[in-house]
């Protein structure tokens, strides 16, 4: 397949006219986040059926033509694993998806395994090897060597023809809604962007603390996460994580306090204690967020003792159905679930696994084995357990 280098307007208008007239490319990026809150925008590749395109995203040209395919419903989007390429899209041009199949996640239900590499992808669906060299590379240097730009092309040529097998075999299963159903979550804009009043939520730690100190928690977070973008460094740099669950628990009232707190950069206190200050007292002002109710003792117990046959019940139907389980479910999302059967006998209530295709597949099973209408005997043959009506 043809690669050609882009990096002038009028080439672009080729690129985006070739694109809307095929109504289906696979897309990647190439971009360096290491040093930065924001990603920098590095290469764009774009791949019709005949061509690669590898688009220099540092030239003078405007890329809101380009990133306006992503947006058009007349033109699919083949990526894989593109949460990440979506999501730097929307920061810079404020796009989202319409039409995608992310073929990471198809494979998930075509049996091929969860969360697998673009490379072990192509090589076990299309039965092509790709290259691997440039991997650490510095996608921001000019001018690119032929060697990454054959590497960046790798990146998208395969994707359409990976894309059809698993269709194809999506539609033999019966799956293809499935998968339609999981890739709605691209062409939501809610899954993209960071809401700073909502940062909290992905600071680790946090679950040890009241709700007043999550207060706290949530307004520091805030803080840090308007400061390293107004920065534009990573938010580590700012403030780690487990430094701003202890300003959380201790909520400090005086500068002398604050610096006195582990973790805390000396040069960042000095520039910065006194907004963190205000930054405690509006937390400490605030309404606490309530944490979590934790179940009684007696519905911990008997969680426990159901999760472990819970888990066998849902890995059993998940390797019948050829999905991986990873795609389906996590083991902490089954005890919830069975905690919230127990104590509130749910039926929904929210719950993931009680929601479409999940629900057929596992949802049902756990609800009726923590109701004990069902158990689970070992057999001889893969997957070596099944599920025994009482």
Not at 62 to 85: T, W
Not at 175 to 202: C, F, I, M, S
Request: net charge neutral.
């Amino acid at each position: 397949m043809r690669e050609t280098p882009v990096d002038t307007a009028d080439r672009l208008d080729e690129v985006v006219a070739a694109a809307r007239s095929a109504g289906r490319v696979a897309l990647d990026t190439e971009f360096l986040r290491e040093r930065t809150y924001r990603a920098r925008l590095c290469l764009v590749q774009i791949a019709t059926k005949d061509e690669v395109f590898v688009i220099d995203a540092l030239a003078k040209i405007d890329l809101g033509r380009l990133a306006s395919l992503v947006a058009d419903e007349s033109v699919e989007i083949v990526v894989h694993a593109g949460r990440q390429d979506f999501d730097l899209l929307f920061e810079d041009f404020n796009v989202v998806p319409r039409r995608v199949f992310d073929v990471q996640v198809a494979a998930g239900f075509a049996g091929y395994g969860a969360s697998l590499s673009l490379g072990r992808l192509v090589e076990e669906v299309v039965g092509q090897k790709l290259e691997k060299g440039e991997t650490y590379t510095d996608w921001c240097r000019r001018p690119l060597t032929s060697a990454q730009l054959h590497y960046a092309a790798n990146d998208v040529q395969w994707l359409l023809q990976a894309a059809d097998i698993l269709l194809n075999k999506l539609r033999s299963l019966g799956r293809e809604q499935w998968v339609a159903e999981e890739l709605g979550g691209l062409e939501d804009a809610r899954t993209y962007g960071t809401n700073p009043d909502e940062a909290w939520r992905k600071v680790s730690g946090r679950g040890t603390l009241s709700a007043k100190q999550t207060a706290v928690l949530q307004a520091v977070t805030k803080w840090r996460e308007e400061t390293a973008a107004r920065r534009n460094i990573p938010r580590s740099w700012v403030v780690k994580d487990p430094t701003l669950v202890e300003i959380g628990r201790r909520a400090p009232k005086s500068l002398d306090t604050l610096k006195a707190i582990r973790g805390l950069n000396a040069r960042e206190a000095e520039r910065s204690g006194a907004r963190l200050l205000e930054a405690v007292a509006e937390g400490l002002e605030g309404p606490p967020i309530p944490t979590p109710r934790q179940p009684p003792k007696e519905i911990l117990v008997r969680t426990r003792m159901l999760l472990g046959l819970a888990d066998a019940i849902v890995r059993a139907r998940c390797e019948r159905a050829g999905i991986a389980t990873e795609v389906v479910t996590t083991r902490g999302e089954i005890e919830i679930l069975i905690a919230d059967v127990l104590a509130n006998g749910a039926r929904s209530g929210g719950h993931r696994l009680l929601t479409g295709w999940r629900r057929e597949l596992v949802g049902d099973a756990v609800v009726a084995l923590t109701e004990g209408r069902v158990g689970i005997r070992v057999i001889d043959t893969p997957p070596f357990v099944e599920e025994v009506v009482l």
